[in-house]
Structures are given as C-alpha cells and as structure tokens.
C-alpha cells in the first residue's frame, strides 16, 4: 500500500515537471532535431552601439530526413534584443528555408518590433528596421546538426 502511494506520488511530481518545463525531452521524441544557438554582438544605431542578445532556434524536420535533398531548415528568434542605456528594441520572426546541399550557408532577416502608433520621429528600433543573421551548418545523413553558427550583421 505504501509503495502504491509513493509511486503515485513520484508519478504525479514527474507529471507535474514535465508539465511545467523542468524536464527537457530530447527534441527526436517529438520526431524534430533542434539545436538553439546563442545571438550576440554590437549594432551601431542613432542611440549609439546596442548590445545584441539573444537566441536562435533551428529546427530540421524528422530524422531521417527523406528526401535527403533539398533540406528543408526553420528558425525563429527568441528574446533577441538590441538594447543600452537609452532604448531596448525586440527582433522578432520566424523563416523557413530550403537548402540544396547539407552545408549550404544561409541568411535570414528578421524585422525588429513594429515602432509605437503614432509613430515617432527618430524612433531607434524603426531606424534599424530589420536584423540581418547568416547562417551555417552541417547536416549529417542521419538528420544531426553540427558545426551551427548564426553571425548578425552590423547595421550601420
């Protein structure tokens, strides 16, 4: 009876961990391979240089991946921001891309948040417009990523 009990109980806590994030199930149980990437850098802007921070997200579609050729590739930003003292502005957006080969390099651009309505004069993350990230990768016959980089571009 005992052990009924506190295998119930280690059953619901598991449950509840999952529920919540706390527990990671490796991305080829949902039937994907996702690796994120850390975004970083220097944006030149009005303001002055914006610290770059953030993640990328690159996703594949199930492994293996038929037909091998051409690959088809997703990202998506997540918390990527180009802030200092005076402003703080938000990229944001998700693309999707086909590639020929499973080491062709690719590029993604990405619009920072919409400028406030009315829109101001001068407005710091409107001048920037969009995010510029290149992209390269390798993706092995079994559907694994390696050797994944994202570069932003300076805007100037």
């Known amino acids: 009876m005992k052990t009924t009990s506190l295998f119930r109980l280690f059953l619901a806590a598991l449950c509840a961990a999952l529920l919540a994030g706390a527990v990671a199930v490796p991305s080829h149980a949902a039937g994907a391979v996702t690796v994120r990437i850390p975004l970083a850098g220097t944006l030149s802007s009005s303001a002055g240089p914006l610290a770059l921070s953030g993640t990328v997200h690159i996703v594949l579609p199930p492994s293996p991946i038929i037909p091998s050729n051409p690959i088809r590739v997703e990202t998506n930003l997540s918390r990527v921001t180009a802030s200092n003292d ?31 309505n009315p829109v101001r004069p001068g407005d710091v993350c409107q001048e920037l417009g969009e995010l510029t990230v290149d992209f ?19 805007v100037t």
Do not use: M, N
Not at 107 to 116: E, M, R, S
Not at 144 to 150: N, V, W
């Open 86 to 116: 005076q402003v703080t502005c938000h990229a944001r957006g998700a693309q999707q891309f086909t590639l020929d080969t499973a080491t062709d390099p690719f590029t993604g651009t990405y619009p920072f948040a919409a400028p406030p």
């Open 136 to 154: 390269q990768l390798t993706v092995t016959e079994g559907g694994e990523i390696t050797g994944a980089t994202a570069t932003a571009r300076t």
